[in-house]
């Protein structure tokens, strides 16, 4: 699913990765190596990287002054994240940013923006995320958002609320993602998922654009099948 509002622009970005809960080797991992391999795309391209999460990983090392570790486990720090990018970017600045945990439905399906995700110690409902995105950051600042996590489709709220920003996700509102599918029914392992997918493809090709990247790997989803 796919969702872009765009026009021309000259500007800095930046690379955001917010990662939830990980309770399992099966969340390390696959949160893991997608977020390093969006990191290693935006190293190629120059960008600075933010990795908000419970814990550091093994390669957030100090090796590179422009990868900065920030840690995140509740709404509040969410908060602290949105300020930090907003002192780092100016208007017309895109941020790339990945939100990637456990996604749960909404109870009813008229509140379809209600889903939720796990960060590391509280849940968090998409559109209250939105609303500290978008108080925080100018709408002169773009987004383009990836949220390959359960339920995710709500979170193209965000694109909706702002100018130039596009979101990719895994599923709508109401199916679990490629992947995590399987842990419904008491297997969780870390084999492929939409998060390894996507960030595999702007890995190799750090120039491809959003849509791109999103249709090729919808080409091969379940869903779509």
């Not at 300020?83 to 895109?94: A, V, Y």
């Not at 491809?208 to 990247?213: G, M, Q």
Request: net charge neutral; aromatic share 8%.
């Amino acid at each position: 699913m796919l969702v872009c509002i765009s026009d021309l622009s000259f500007s800095k970005d930046i690379t955001v990765a917010i990662l939830g809960a990980m309770p399992s080797s099966w969340e390390e991992q696959d949160f893991g190596q997608t977020s390093l391999h969006l990191t290693r795309a935006a190293e190629k391209r120059g960008e600075e990287v933010i990795i908000a999460a419970p814990f550091k990983m093994n390669f957030i090392n100090g090796r590179n002054p422009d990868l900065t570790y920030h840690n995140l486990e509740k709404e509040k720090h969410v908060k602290g994240l949105m300020e930090k990018i907003r002192q780092m970017t100016s208007p017309g600045d895109n941020v790339n940013l990945l939100i990637y945990g456990h996604g749960s439905p909404t109870r009813f399906e008229s509140k379809y923006n209600s889903t939720s995700i796990q960060l590391g110690d509280e849940r968090i409902k998409t559109d209250r995320m939105v609303k500290i995105i978008n108080k925080a950051l100018p709408k002169s600042i773009s987004i383009k958002t990836i949220a390959p996590y359960c339920f995710s489709g709500s979170i193209h709220l965000l694109s909706h609320s702002r100018n130039n920003s596009c979101s990719v996700a895994a599923s709508d509102y109401r199916t679990p993602s490629q992947g995590e599918s399987s842990c419904f029914f008491g297997s969780c392992e870390a084999v492929r998922s939409y998060g390894m997918d996507i960030a595999q493809l702007i890995y190799n090709n750090p120039q491809i654009s959003l849509a791109d990247a999103h249709e090729l790997v919808s080409e091969k989803d379940f869903l779509n099948k």
